[in-house]
């Protein structure tokens, strides 16, 4: 019996054509340097922290190159399935702003010429491929149980012996081709193995983007290739994807290292040019003072859905992306300050090789940066949009009069050290409530006094104010010396400085006084400029809020 009539009794029907895919998806026309490359998310849920950022370099080395980047989705394992995991995926991408080139663009349909981008619709693909191999008597199939090889993973624990099927373990890489007959005939079930030429005591050189150079053992291990479901291993639709889809770059979690020398091998068993490797190691957190992998479980700030909802920008979230990709890239954007993301040189070589370290207060700093160069028109365009989907109150009223609510946001913003406040898009209704009266109405309010707490003393103040000092067409400087005034009619210092100089001669200062007035028109006691506040709500609100105060107290 031949090779070619024992694939065809393993797997009839299938055509080991193989060359015609090669045709099919020839190798594309680009550069020499653009980097192809991809995601590859198994569909089991939404995309985490890790990913995006695999994601993002990927997305960021193939638009550097003008190269191609793809999604394709990894569904061999059919039990691990979730439903609806494509559109989170795709959603997720979206939402991150980070564009595909090719593939998945929902549950269903992909874009792209080298599809399907779905390896469960990619299996006559690489059943040929498996069939080839069978062909040239480089794979074999495999009877055994999973009882069969529980056995003998009990006796490599007990005999201290590496794991897995190879060498003599590997029992039926010696089956006859009469046995197999035999077998299949009588209607075993078997998968398809890879015959392999390694030897593990062999070490092999190879390079990786991030790590560098390294040496492994060539791998010795007849790794399972077909499942008896009729869908490949990831291993070997690695293989078939990343060599017909003409990647040339793979970016990966370093969880893969491992299997680097049985990729090579399988790359190799068909003479095709391996793509190049780049393995990312994990993102890590530090928590009481231990480094550990951040966690899905654990950690809130690893699901991509919590940026979102607390309204980071996407653009803060990439650019601290970056600060964990590449170490000199905080330095790099500092220098440049009209530069953006996509002018940075990102570079594999200057990646951490042992994790990056998440650290989210870093994240909402570099947000308050981010929000800090943005116009009042781009905060406001970014908070509507975010409220639309999560506060539809405080949506409504930013989007009753517009040209207010930019005003508001404006407070502070257009100078040379605009305000820092807003890290996020929730956080901005929190700062901003009492700006707008609609929301000024529902809120709960608490007034923290500080130095001037006494509730006659308060009143005179504000009595004072409105009576006297208060004047709507105020320069900012006219409006300060009015404060002034107000405060020397009540026996406080003009200045700080004077009743620094002798506190005995005053009942406080003009900080006392202007901090009275913020309070009881915000309730807060730190605001953005009192001035500004002002001019926007206008004496009638002003006023209310006032009288109000002092009518309930
Ligand atoms: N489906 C694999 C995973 O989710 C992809 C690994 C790769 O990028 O090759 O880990």
Redesign the pocket.
């Known amino acids: 019996m031949t090779n070619k009539e024992l694939a065809d009794l393993l797997l009839p029907g299938v055509d080991s054509n193989i060359e015609k895919y090669e045709e099919l998806y020839p190798k594309r026309n680009l550069d020499e340097k653009a980097v192809v490359t991809?995601?590859?998310?198994?569909p089991t849920g939404f995309v985490h922290m890790g990913?995006l950022f695999?994601s993002f370099i990927s997305r960021k080395v193939s638009s550097d190159t003008n190269g191609v980047f793809f999604l394709r989705v990894?569904d061999t394992d059919q039990k691990r399935l979730v439903e609806n995991s494509v559109k989170g995926i795709v959603d997720d991408l979206k939402n991150f702003e980070i564009e595909i080139d090719e593939g998945m663009i929902n549950e269903e349909e992909w874009k792209g010429d080298y599809g399907p981008y779905i390896q469960s619709k990619r299996k006559d693909i690489y059943q040929s491929y498996v069939k080839r191999l069978l062909e040239e008597g480089k794979a074999y199939p495999c009877f055994c149980s999973a009882e069969e090889i529980e056995e003998t993973r009990l006796l490599q624990e007990k005999k201290k012996q590496r794991i897995g099927y190879y060498g003599r373990f590997a029992k039926c890489r010696k089956l006859t081709p009469e046995q197999i007959k035999e077998k299949v005939e009588a209607g075993e079930s078997f998968i398809i193995r890879l015959r392999s030429h390694g030897d593990f005591e062999h070490k092999i050189k190879v390079h990786d983007l991030i790590k560098g150079s390294l040496e492994i053992p060539e791998n010795d291990l007849d790794i399972v290739i077909l499942k008896s479901d009729g869908l490949p291993t990831?291993h070997f639709a690695?293989l078939v994807d990343d060599h017909l889809m003409r990647t040339t770059h793979?970016?990966?979690?370093d969880?893969?290292l491992s299997s680097l020398a049985l990729h090579l091998q399988l790359f190799q068993t068909f003479g095709f040019e391996p793509p190049k490797y780049a393995h990312i190691s994990p993102i890590m957190k530090e928590e009481n003072g231990v480094k550990r992998k951040l966690s899905k479980r654990k950690d809130p700030e690893a699901a991509v859905s919590y940026y979102h909802e607390k309204g980071i920008p996407v653009e803060a979230v990439k650019l601290y992306l970056m600060t964990l990709a590449n170490t000199n890239f905080e330095q790099w954007y500092d220098c440049n300050k009209d530069k953006t993301l996509k002018d940075f040189p990102f570079d594999f070589k200057k990646m951490s090789a042992s994790g990056g370290l998440f650290d989210i207060e870093k994240l909402m700093n570099i947000s308050k940066n981010y929000f800090s160069r943005l116009s009042a028109q781009e905060v406001y365009d970014g908070v509507t949009k975010w409220a639309k989907e999560h506060d539809t109150e405080f949506y409504e009223v930013l989007t009753k009069d517009p040209l207010y609510a930019i005003s508001v946001f404006n407070i502070e913003r257009e100078q040379k050290k605009p305000r820092k406040d807003y890290g996020c898009y929730s956080e901005i209704r929190q700062l901003s409530w009492y700006m707008f009266p609609e929301l000024y109405e529902k809120q709960e309010k608490e007034y923290l006094f500080q130095t001037v707490s006494d509730k006659e003393e308060i009143k005179k103040i504000l009595t004072t104010y409105m009576e006297k000092h208060y004047h709507e067409q105020d320069t900012k400087e006219e409006w300060f010396d009015h404060m002034k005034d107000l405060a020397q009619e009540l026996g406080y210092a003009r200045e700080v400085k004077e009743y620094k100089e002798h506190p005995e001669d005053y009942k406080g200062h003009i900080g006392d006084i202007s901090l009275v007035l913020r309070i009881v028109l915000t309730t807060k006691s730190t605001t953005p400029d009192l001035y500004d506040i002002m001019t926007i709500l206008g004496k009638q609100t002003i006023f209310e809020r006032y009288q109000a105060w002092i009518k309930g107290n």
């Open positions: 991809r995601f590859a998310p198994s990913s695999q990894e990831y690695h793979v970016v990966r979690g969880e893969w």
